[in-house]
C-alpha cells in the first residue's frame, strides 16, 4: 500500500532558528508533494505544491524565502522553516500524490517555538 | 468559489448508535470526494474516495454516496465503536493537488 513517512515527529526550536522536515513515499510513486499547515483549529492551509519536473507553487501567505522546499525524486521531499517565530507552531503535514488524484498523508511534524 | 461544509463538532455518541456527519460542497465542477480520518498524534488517512456521481464509497464500516443533485457526500456509520474517535474530514478534489479542499473537521467522541 501507500504510505508517507514524515520526520522527525515533533521537533522544538529557538525563536529565529530554522528547521527542516523530510518526506518519503513508500511504496509509490510522489509526483506531487502538498505540504500543509494545520492549525490548533484543525483546518488545513495549503502552503506550497511541488511536482516534479516543475516550479514549485506556494500559496499567498507563504514563500520559498521562508518554505524552502526540495523536492529532488519520486520518493522524497523536504521543506525547512527558516527563522521560525511563534506565528509558524502548528503541525505541518506532507500529502503526496500519485497522480490519481488522491493524497497520502504522514504522520506530521509537529512545531514548537520557544 | 470551491469550498466544503461539514457537520461542526463535536460529536459525542454512545458506543453502537449511529452516525451522520453531514458534508456540503461546493464547485461548478465535477470533483472527486473523499473522507479523511485523522487520529490524536497522526496525520489524516484516506478512509475512500468516490470519483463518480451517484456511487457510494466504503471503509470500516463507513460509507458516503456521491449525490451530485443536493451537492451532498454524508458520512455514515450505523454503530459506531471507541475506536472510531477521531477528526472526520471531507474534501473534494476537482483535479490536480492545486485544488484539494478540506472541510474543517467534524470531532467525534464515542463513548463507552
Known amino acids: 500500500g501507500a504510505l508517507v513517512y514524515q520526520y522527525p515527529r515533533r521537533t522544538i526550536c529557538k525563536s529565529g532558528t530554522s528547521m527542516r522536515m523530510e518526506c518519503q513515499a513508500v511504496?509509490?510513486?510522489?509526483?506531487?508533494v502538498a505540504w500543509y499547515r494545520q492549525s490548533p483549529q484543525k483546518t488545513f492551509e495549503l502552503i506550497a505544491l511541488s511536482t516534479v519536473n516543475s516550479a514549485i507553487k506556494y500559496e499567498q501567505n507563504f514563500t520559498q524565502e521562508k518554505f524552502p522546499i526540495s523536492h529532488p525524486n519520486l520518493s522524497f521531499s523536504s521543506m525547512t522553516v527558516l527563522n521560525a517565530y511563534l506565528e509558524d507552531r502548528g503541525l505541518y503535514l506532507c500529502g503526496a500524490g500519485t497522480g490519481g488524484g488522491t493524497l497520502y498523508f504522514g504522520s506530521g511534524t509537529r512545531l514548537t517555538v520557544l | 468559489g470551491d469550498s466544503v461544509t461539514q457537520t461542526e463538532g463535536p460529536v459525542t455518541l454512545s458506543e453502537g448508535t449511529s452516525l451522520t456527519v453531514n458534508c456540503s460542497y461546493e464547485?461548478?465542477?465535477?470533483?472527486?470526494l473523499f473522507w479523511y480520518v485523522q487520529y490524536p498524534g497522526e496525520g489524516p488517512q484516506l478512509l475512500f474516495k468516490?470519483?463518480?456521481?451517484?456511487e457510494k464509497g466504503s471503509s470500516r464500516g463507513f460509507e458516503a454516496t456521491y449525490n451530485k443533485e443536493a451537492t451532498s457526500f454524508h458520512l455514515q456509520k450505523a454503530s459506531v465503536q471507541e475506536s472510531d474517535s477521531a477528526v472526520y474530514y471531507c474534501a473534494l478534489s476537482k483535479g490536480g493537488y492545486q485544488n484539494f479542499y478540506f472541510g474543517k473537521g467534524t470531532s467525534l467522541t464515542v463513548i463507552p
Open positions: 468516490v470519483p463518480k456521481a451517484n
Open positions: 511504496g509509490f510513486q510522489a509526483t506531487s
Open positions: 464547485t461548478k465542477q465535477y470533483p472527486t
